[in-house]
């Protein structure tokens, strides 16, 4: 009110050019002063904007580093992946050399099976059959001595029945065979005590006989149980050593080979998912940074033009300034 009423006083001391002026001055002061609020809620408009291109420029750059730990995570991964896979290739590796020296031990247990097999033809079957062939021979010999021996003893007995009964006047019965009618007359030729000396003889050199033989036989038996029981030992040491593998060699191999093609395939899988997540991390980190790229540009150049405007407003506020003080002056 007071200023009111002082520019009422000097309008009432001025002319009327004076006056007018004055309403000029006054009205250009107060398009001025809007010119300067407006300017001033533009600038505090363009503040809050870039602070809110700060805030947006902060999350950016934590959206950054989080992407490049991200990324320095999978590539970890990588390297580890590509770890196991080395270690993965080289135990391959060690399978294709053991695989190939079973192989070989195959072949050599296979070679060694047939030279076994074939010295058990040829050697043990061999002493089997001619001990066999012995001991049937022993057997029939036995078997012919024991005959022999019965119609020697059948002949000396009906020798001495017809001694007793007819000394001459019975001949003997043509049932019994011819030997046995010479080993009577053999012993009818003779007197009693040499014919059973000669009987104790017969039977002495039986008795040796069937005792050598009795001990071939034991012995022929027992080189055949020993011979049967080596062969048996043999051929279940062969089983048991070929035991040890029951798959065949070809069937192994292409277990082995389709267990590492699996292996190979999941690996290769795995890494291509990696790669491809790493080649989408990479793709988003590129696409963070153009758009902080671009969003610091721009927040640049808003603030380049803030300052332009701010300066130009700085430099009209002082102008409207001197002007204002040269009126009140």
């Known amino acids: 009110m007071d200023i009111n009423q002082k520019t009422l006083d000097k309008c009432k001391d001025l002319t009327a050019t004076d006056l007018t002026e004055t309403l000029l001055q006054q009205s250009r002061t107060k398009e001025q002063t809007n010119l300067i609020c407006v300017l001033k809620d533009r600038s505090d408009e363009l503040f809050k904007q870039c602070q809110s291109l700060q ?34 290739d080289a135990n391959s590796r060690a399978i294709i050399v053991f695989m190939e020296e ?59 029945q017809n001694k007793c009964g007819n000394v001459g006047g019975k001949q003997l019965n043509p049932v019994y065979p011819h030997a046995t009618y010479e080993a009577t007359e053999e012993l009818l030729a003779l007197s009693p005590p ?77 890494r291509f998912k990696q790669e491809v997540q790493a080649v989408n991390a990479d793709k988003r980190v590129k696409s963070l940074k153009s758009a902080l790229e671009e969003s610091l540009l721009i927040f640049l150049q808003d603030f380049e033009a803030f300052k332009d405007h701010s300066n130009s407003l700085l430099t009209k506020e002082r102008e409207l300034n001197k002007i204002l003080r040269h009126l009140r002056s």
Not at 122 to 147: C, P, R, W, Y
């Open 194 to 270: 040499a014919v059973k000396l000669k009987l104790l003889k017969a039977e002495e050199q039986h008795a040796l006989k069937e005792a050598t033989m009795s001990k071939s036989i034991t012995n022929l038996t027992k080189e055949r149980d020993k011979l049967l029981r080596t062969s048996v030992e043999q051929e279940n040491a062969l089983q048991v050593h070929l035991g040890k593998w029951p798959l065949s060699p070809k069937r192994v191999i292409l277990c082995y080979t389709v267990m590492s093609l699996i292996m190979l395939t999941c690996v290769f899988e795995l």
């Open 102 to 160: 079973y192989k070989h031990q195959n072949a050599q247990l296979k070679q060694e099976n047939k030279r076994l097999q074939t010295e058990n033809d040829t050697l043990f079957s061999q002493k089997l059959h001619d001990k066999e062939v012995a001991v049937q021979k022993l057997t029939k010999e036995i078997k012919v001595l024991t005959e022999e021996l019965t119609t020697k003893e059948s002949a000396y007995h009906m020798s001495s």
């Open 55 to 88: 805030q947006v420029k902060a999350q950016l750059e934590k959206q950054l580093e989080s992407c490049q730990k991200e990324v320095v995570q999978k590539q970890q991964r990588v390297e580890l992946v590509e770890k196991r896979f080395l270690d993965l």
